[in-house]
């Protein structure tokens, strides 16, 4: 099975409107994190945020916050008040404590923002 | 952000030669550094991962004598892709893990190999 499920090859949003991008995950390991890259056309992979498995409050960043439902296990990433810049790839990768500190990551999910 | 640096961003190689691929943590000590080979608009594929001063690990499939990693040091690791082939082209990323706190890992630029 799949670890980690980005089910969005493609996201259009409109700029300044807000987008979900959409992350399930499989585990069974009790401590484990996620977290968002974002990769430009440059090829530059940026960390954006992180979420502990623990953490009881979702994750914020700026723009960038992190909607993360442990029961479901999803860990969608919400972008608000798009901009031009945001085009681009986003992964969202999973690192469990029992695969010796391994990322695994989705296939992706490219977003263009329309002016 | 920490930041890792990668060296270098392109490189274009005839067939059969050997390439080396430099990775560095700036401003951080990198317990662990992971080596990623990504296809055009594909995910990150991990290769193997590097410990500093012991030998790395490889991910099943990978080539251990093709795709050598020293990591020589806390802050350096590098990988050599040897006898290159035009299927090795390819998009290399590095990330280093600092170990402490979220364990985030923090990736070099990438770079991108051609062989011809």
């Known amino acids: 099975a799949q670890k980690i499920t980005q089910t969005q090859p493609g996201m259009f949003v409109q700029e300044k409107e807000a987008v979900t991008l959409d992350c399930t995950y499989d585990?069974?390991?009790?401590?484990?994190?996620l977290f968002w890259y974002k990769q430009p056309s440059s090829g530059e992979m940026i960390f954006l945020i992180y979420q502990g498995s623990y953490d009881q409050q979702n994750a914020t960043e700026g723009r960038y916050s992190l909607n993360f439902q442990k029961a479901r296990k999803s860990a969608n990433l919400v972008i608000s008040a798009s901009q031009l810049g945001d085009s681009a790839m986003y992964f969202c990768a999973m690192r469990e404590d029992t695969n010796a500190g391994k990322s695994t990551f989705g296939d992706g999910t490219t977003l263009t923002v329309k002016p | 952000g920490a930041v890792v640096s990668q060296h270098p961003s392109r490189v274009i190689c005839k067939s059969g030669t050997s390439v080396k691929i430099e990775c560095r943590s700036l401003d951080f000590q990198a317990t662990t550094m992971f080596w990623y080979r990504q296809f055009p608009k594909k995910s990150l594929m991990l290769m193997a991962t590097s410990n500093e001063g012991s030998k790395a690990t490889y991910e099943q499939g990978v080539e251990k004598d093709k795709f050598l990693i020293n990591h020589a040091s806390l802050t350096l690791s590098t990988l050599t892709v040897t006898s290159a082939h035009p299927e090795d082209s390819s998009f290399y990323i590095c990330?280093?893990?600092?170990?402490?706190?979220?364990?985030?890992?923090?990736f070099g630029p990438g770079t991108r190999l051609t062989v011809l």
């Open positions: 585990t069974s390991d009790p401590s484990y994190g």
């Open positions: 990330s280093a893990r600092e170990g402490r706190g979220t364990d985030t890992q923090y």
